[in-house]
């Protein structure tokens, strides 16, 4: 049963993409959770070291102690000339931005999936994830 919850956070089967704490009968989860991560495909990386266009975005986990945050790596765009890679959670802040981002420049690492890269639209000024 623990494993079949995990797989549907990971796979976003029936819950609610954001924060899940990996905490189970009282006692943390975190390395069945990666264990599951790796099984489907997701690799331990910066953002810096994750290889997507402008236009597509990456699923990824990034985990903290023993809380698994849901996002996305992609590529928000200003202008034509100025935009930035990061990871921002789907969890949204009381401002409406991102509770967790990673930029290009932190060498904190994530579970990023790069078998299911989405494509999305791509329009300056526009913030995906």
């Known amino acids: 049963m623990l494993i079949e919850a995990i797989e549907d956070i990971i796979l976003g089967r029936g819950v609610t993409r954001g924060s899940h704490r990996l905490v189970w009968n009282g006692k943390p989860v975190t390395g069945v959770f990666i264990g599951q991560l790796k099984k489907h495909g997701f690799k331990l990386r910066s953002v810096k070291e994750t290889h997507i266009e402008p236009g ?7 985990i903290r102690e023993d809380e698994a945050n849901f996002g996305y790596v992609f590529w928000e765009i200003f202008t034509e000339n100025k935009k930035r ?6 969890e949204k802040n009381r401002l409406g931005d991102w509770k967790y981002i990673l930029t290009e420049f932190k060498e904190d ?5 790069l078998n299911r890269i989405e494509e999305i639209e791509i329009a300056e000024n526009k913030r995906y994830g």
């Open 85 to 90: 890679k990061l990871f921002g959670s789907v």
């Open 109 to 113: 690492k994530i579970w990023v999936q």
């Open 56 to 62: 597509q975005r990456a699923p990824a986990f990034l």
